[in-house]
Nanobody, 124 residues
Framework: QVQLVESGGDLVQPGGSLRLSCAAS????????MYWVRQAPGKGLEWVSA????????YYAGSVKGRFTASRDNAKNTLYLQMNSLKSEDTAVYYC?????????????????WGQGTQVTVSS
């Protein structure tokens, strides 16, 4: 079945770095746009980044642009999120997600698959 499994979340000090991973299975990962979404405590879901199938296009929320970098290894069916210069407001559960085939970040279509999430806590 279609599955996304995140890992890499941790407690980190402000200014620190983390790399999240998302292992995908059950679908042709290399053909899909992939997304990172987060949910901070007591807040709604926030889209973080999108990356196209060939890694030629990436998009970021303004709150993370210049600090976070999405990447993927299609040979390993794995999505990554490198997070640098972390701030307390980056504290959240981070999810990787996908939309139906062919749907990009501009398409008003919801995500059809989510991972279980990984907790990132930024605190001194």
């Amino acid at each position: 079945q279609v599955q996304l499994v995140e890992s890499g979340g941790d407690l980190v000090q402000p200014g620190g770095s983390l790399r999240l991973s998302c292992a995908a299975s059950g679908f042709p990962f290399s053909s899909y746009w992939m997304y990172w979404v987060r949910q901070a405590p007591g807040k709604g879901l926030e889209w973080v980044s999108a990356i196209n199938s060939g890694s030629t296009s990436t998009y970021y929320a303004g709150s993370v642009k210049g600090r976070f970098t999405a990447s993927r290894d299609n040979a390993k069916n794995t999505l990554y999120l490198q997070m640098n210069s972390l701030k307390s407001e980056d504290t959240a559960v981070y999810y990787c997600a996908k939309k139906p085939y062919g749907m990009g970040p501009q398409d008003d279509v919801g995500y059809d698959t989510w991972g279980q999430g990984t907790q990132v806590t930024v605190s001194s």
